[in-house]
């Protein structure tokens, strides 16, 4: 076999975690649309494509030294339940690592080209020359996608520097599951407020980001003006109430594309379960809307974006902040955390601004 020709969009040795052996070669999958559980699969064939990242290996070896990089130090915060804050060039590497799941997974490649094709299409409609073509039978689409995607967006990661890293330490008899697409993104704060079209922006106020790394530990970055969080000095979070496992694997499994996976064989029932509460609430698609702007009385601005779910819920280690609580979303479209990530996204061109 050509070297390097079997590439991961998920990392083995995040897998190797929530391994069903002790050697750590096999790991237990669910299929979402088949509704079937295969137990003791092997864990090296899972989230791999040939030359996923393309032939010539450019990103494959990038992945490989972040990888190299990150795993490490996951493995020293599993095993001292540890966390590197800001000030810690650990936290750096950590970051890159977690944030390049944003575009790397299958998952985040076909939304990417549905929001292309959805705004392609939107646009068309002011356009003659777009008339005649055919979007239910023709899509716009790119030789190497995975590639064109992390080309494009690898550098918005530093974006999320200023989110405040924890450990989520889970003490309850439930174990973590990991997906196929394992970064959870979620905003409960502009959920909860209907701005649907903020609620999935990397810019966001309320934006939480969530990485399993076990079955008893995730990585939580959260926005620090708009919530408070119930924490040791350490920023550590002890997890004590199953409805925190529940609601953490319910977006796990919303954000997964093909395959969950987990660790023990006696989760299977519960799998099922969590996989009826998917189907009720997963809608995962393009929307489009068209909204008034308090900041320029008479005129819309059109919003196209990705929306995953309707889900609202707040963990018990959070609450949003007093300021937060008076912030009237009312007055603006956008709402960033802070002026220094917009000027920074704006730096890099026009090409990020809809990130915004």
């Not at 068309?124 to 995975?146: I, M, V, W």
């Not at 926005?223 to 496992?245: G, R």
């Amino acid at each position: 076999m050509p070297e390097k020709k079997k590439q991961h969009f998920v990392s083995k040795f995040l897998y190797k975690r929530f391994a069903s052996d002790a050697e750590q070669l096999l790991i237990h999958l669910y299929h979402i649309k088949s509704n079937k559980i295969i137990n003791n699969i092997p864990l090296k064939d899972q989230s791999q494509e040939d030359y996923y990242y393309g032939s010539d290996l450019v990103f494959e070896e990038y992945l490989g030294i972040t990888e190299s990089a990150a795993a490490p130090i996951i493995e020293e915060m599993i095993a001292n339940e540890w966390v590197p804050q800001f000030e810690d060039p650990k936290f750096q590497k950590l970051l890159h690592f977690v944030m390049l799941y944003e575009w790397r997974t299958k998952a985040s490649v076909d939304q990417t080209e549905n929001y292309l094709n959805e705004m392609f299409r939107e646009v068309a409609k002011y356009d003659s020359r777009l008339k005649p073509f055919n979007f239910e039978t023709n899509r716009l689409k790119h030789k190497e996608p995975a590639a064109f995607n992390l080309g494009y967006y690898m550098e918005s990661w530093v974006v999320a520097a200023d989110l405040i890293p924890f450990l989520l330490i889970n003490q309850t008899d439930k174990l973590f599951i990991i997906s196929d697409n394992p970064l959870i993104k979620y905003n409960p704060y502009m959920q909860e407020r209907f701005c649907y079209w903020a609620s999935n922006s990397i810019l966001s106020k309320g934006l939480i980001y969530l990485f399993p790394i076990s079955p008893r530990h995730y990585i939580m970055l959260i926005d620090p003006a708009t919530y408070d969080v119930c924490t040791t000095e350490n920023n550590l979070i002890i997890i004590d109430d199953n409805s925190d496992v529940d609601q953490i694997n319910l977006l796990q499994a919303i954000a997964a594309d093909r395959n969950l996976y987990f660790t023990i064989y006696e989760q299977q029932d519960y799998l099922k379960e969590l996989a009826t509460q998917t189907r009720n609430n997963k809608i995962n698609k393009v929307e489009k809307q068209l909204l008034d702007n308090p900041q320029k009385t008479g005129s819309k601005s059109l919003f196209a974006y990705q929306l995953y779910h309707k889900l609202q819920f707040f963990f018990s280690f959070i609450r949003v902040g007093k300021e937060a609580q008076i912030y009237d979303t009312s007055k603006r479209l956008f709402h960033p955390r802070n002026q220094y990530i917009v000027d920074f996204i704006q730096n890099l061109g026009d090409k990020k601004s809809h990130l915004l």
